[in-house]
């Protein structure tokens, strides 16, 4: 709901509260649960079509962005685009615009393209008639009605179409040409300077993606300011706003999702053993099923059109980034709607506060102090009953703060009356703790977030991209392979067994040369590298992501390897490391997580294989030795503690890993405090390895740290004999 002070009658709801809705039938319900809530005896029920409106609000255009024109961005292929026909229109747009430039059109290239007559004013006269009767009720219908019928209505939306339907026009040849900044232009001097067929199909598509926008739909609110005037928000390029913005936004993503997309249409499709089969399946269908290839297409280009208008408009440059979640660029559109002075309150995932897609728009509201709550909760004691219980969000305040009110880890609305699990923080609290992203620490106190902010400022973090000497330990990132896109290259025991292929350890060798075990998070844990297997796994445990733990005896051999559920080539793997690193073993970190877990931060250190998403590596260019103290580093209680305080979902990516503490690889080489004879990095290396190598296939992280370890050949001879 929206709500601007500017309406003022006695019903609040009819008279300065609106609402944006997806569907006719959504509308409908909206005004019936309204009428009922406020209904009075002798009176007729009010009319709300000025208040209650149907369209996508996600998908619009601005007076700041028509001003610029259509972006290049906009010729970007999608589904069913013709590339080279993209390039042409690109060119040629950008041909226009800079022919226009030459001509000395700056003014009507750069100048607010909006002539909307005298709209706002009749639109605030509508709002301002009575409706206490059902004669007063018509003639509101009536004019209202004149109202969108009107050649200035009519004429400021068709130039807002055309502007975003220059993102999803299908370029294809089909149509003689796009809109291009010429098509713009001249619709923007006459609407029927076009033919008929280019009118029709911008508004064939303004329907089908429900193209919404704002100061249009209410004038009276989002005020489009007079030449040569200044908007007060500039980037909009309106002035005004509303008062207050209440909502509970959809969670989904904006990509089509395969799977939820072929459940009812074709099972067999969704339930393919994994994406690489699943997508045969999908490039069949032209031959298999034709009328389901059409509709997947369609679907797929509806998607990828929101999609590319959601990051390529300049609409949401802080959020439409990365795999776009609705939440995030609903949160974005809440702080654009509303006047400076205006209060936000919505529900969303806690991704909007630690999440790294979401890190520019929660670093802006910290840097413009525009942050003033955020309330986490986990939904363990069932606040949404059909929700998993696992599952948390947060209630995010939106207005002019010089601090943020913070509180973390509440199950109950009441939780928020505990004083002591409320903590402050200002915008250079939040520089202190996460330099890079500005995103939100979740501490469960205030003594929490004192403790932590000390420890911060004392040894600073992992890596603070602001800085140039920021990288302390020279560390590069990567995620090795994706369990989903490169399953192609995965191959099973089963197919290594049907090619003749000979198992020696975990590695398979023979005519289709060496093959390397997949290793996945959830075989790794702290100081061992063999901590759960594929070998005998039931379907039970693999339905829950479990695998059996190997045995204190299985440990106590070293020729005793983990079985991976896949192998990959050594081809590709070596040439997944090249140019990043040459050493014979890996260090690491599990993504999946959460901060209830007995260990937040799980980190391991595992031989040159192949590694799986789940499993992100940390490649250090500093010497083993020292490797080895960071190695250590991650998995002590005091990092753990500091790690559960950063992570609000269920993953700990690079942007959270980068940001916790750790101590600077000089210090390492300064005498030991507690032991003169060492430095602390001697003093700590002969400890991991003890606990590290402890098979064969870590022998050369071993060796590079200088620790020969066992007889290969007596631990070998040792162990058949037990």
Known sequence: FFFSSRRRHTRYWRDWSSDVCSSDLAAELCRVALWLESMEPGKPLSFLDHHVKVGNSLLGATPALMAKGIPD????????????????????????????????????LFAQPIKLGNLPSVYAKITALPDDSLKAVEEKRRQYNDLVKSADYLSGRLLADAWCVAFVWRKTGEFDYPVTEEVFRAIEDNPRSQPAWMIDEIQRLARQYGFFHWHLEFPDVFRVPAEHEKPENEPMGWSGGFDCVLGNPVWERVKLQEQEFFATRAPEIASAANAAARKKLIAALPTTNPPLWSEWCAALRESQGASH????????????????????????????????????????????????????????????????????????DRLFADVHHSFRFVVVGLGAAAAADLCFFARQASHLSDRDRHFTLTPADFAILNPNTRTCPTFRSAADAELNKLIYRRIGVLWDERREDGNRWQLSFMAMFHMANDSGLFRTRAEMEAAGQTLTGNCWDGPLGRYLPLIEAKMVNHFDHRFSTYEG????????????????????????????????????????????????????????????????LIASLIPAVATGDTFLLAITAECPSLAASLYSCFCCFAVDYLARQKVGGTHLKYNVFKQLPAIPAPLYLSRCGWCNASTTAEWILGRACELTYTAWDLEAFGIDCGYAGPDRKSTRLNSSHA
């Open 73 to 108: 961005e906009a010729f970007e292929p999608i589904e069913g685009d013709d590339k080279k026909l993209c390039t042409q229109y690109r060119k040629a747009n950008k041909r226009e615009r800079e022919e226009a430039l030459k001509e000395h059109r700056q003014k009507s």
């Open 309 to 380: 208008f959601l990051r390529a408009s300049g609409r949401y440059p802080l959020c439409g980034v990365g795999d776009i979640n609705t939440y995030a660029v609903f949160s974005e559109l809440n702080s654009e709607v509303l006047q400076e002075s205006g209060r936000a309150a919505f529900i969303v995932p806690a991704g909007i506060a630690t999440d790294d897609t979401t890190k520019a728009f929660f670093d802006s509201l910290v840097t413009d102090g525009f942050l003033t709550a955020v309330y986490h909760f986990e939904n363990e």
């Open 537 to 600: 796994a039931t379907q039970a445990q693999l339905n829950v992501g479990a695998l059996p733990r190997l045995v204190a005896a299985a440990h106590a051999d070293p020729c005793r390897l983990a079985m991976p559920d896949y192998w990959v080539d050594t081809k590709a793997v070596m040439e997944r490391v090249a140019g990043k690193t040459d050493r014979r073993w890996l260090l690491g970190w599990r993504d999946i997580t959460q901060h209830s877990n007995q260990r937040t």
